[in-house]
């Protein structure tokens, strides 16, 4: 029972650098969504998608983007990393009547 | 735009013994879920347990309790018979309405350290 998986764990970017954070889920879920864990901070929405083929901005989706082109796959990118992105990231999905099930997260440092 | 504060960043209690997390939200829907998160050292997001805003009864989970007081717009959290197993970042959270392209706004989170 896999639930929401996320890849990589942990990564290391340069400043400038490009990279995708991948994520899926196998509980035919429709909405997915990407949040941000800065420290001492609760998490805060990046972008979310209610089906295949749709998505929307969150509360901080500068330098981020997404697609949805399947049911499972919500794929996070990051353009030119920059230090203000070193966080730690949650892909999350739901049916949309019952809670968000959480992946176990990427930290993510950009030096 | 809907908030949600947890004022304790971190608490303590004895093992065996009860704690109360506290959490306020502000909001002017009166169609709302709210949440308990826990994030354990591994940084799996965990539900410990959900409250409906219709529903009058408080939830309740094994040894996890909620006292929800719509007027006041609280939400805690009762943790019975605390366990080593409890320690962790407690998360209070809420979703406006029934729908899934409803964002989830988080709390700042409170820390639970137990002494054994």
């Known amino acids: 029972n896999a639930g929401v998986t996320q890849t990589p764990k942990f990564r290391i970017l340069k400043i400038g650098q490009s990279m995708t954070l991948q994520c899926t889920q196998d509980m035919n879920h429709n909405y997915m969504y990407w949040y941000r864990q800065d420290p001492g901070m609760g998490l805060k929405l990046i972008y979310y998608s209610v089906g295949a083929g749709i998505t929307d901005k969150g509360e901080v989706p500068n330098g981020y983007n997404v697609s949805r082109s399947t049911t499972e796959d919500f794929p996070l990118r990051l353009e030119l990393a920059a230090p203000s992105q070193t966080s730690v990231y949650f892909c999350a999905s739901s049916s949309g009547a019952s809670e968000a099930f959480f992946g176990q997260g990427t930290r993510l440092t950009v030096v | ?116």
């Open chain 2, 1 to 116: 735009a809907q908030t949600v504060t947890q004022s304790q960043p971190e608490m303590s209690v004895q093992e065996a013994e009860t704690v109360t997390l506290s959490c306020t939200y502000d909001t002017s829907e009166s169609d709302y879920y709210l949440f308990w998160y826990k994030q354990p050292p591994s940084r799996q997001m965990i539900l410990v347990i959900r409250q409906e805003a219709y529903k009058q009864q408080n939830a309740t989970e094994n040894r996890f309790s909620v006292n929800f007081q719509k007027a006041a717009k609280s939400f805690s959290l009762k943790i019975s018979d605390s366990q080593l197993g409890d320690a962790a970042m407690y998360f209070c959270a809420y979703r406006r309405g029934r729908l899934g392209n409803e964002k989830l706004t988080f709390g700042t989170g409170t820390r639970l350290t137990i002494i054994p």
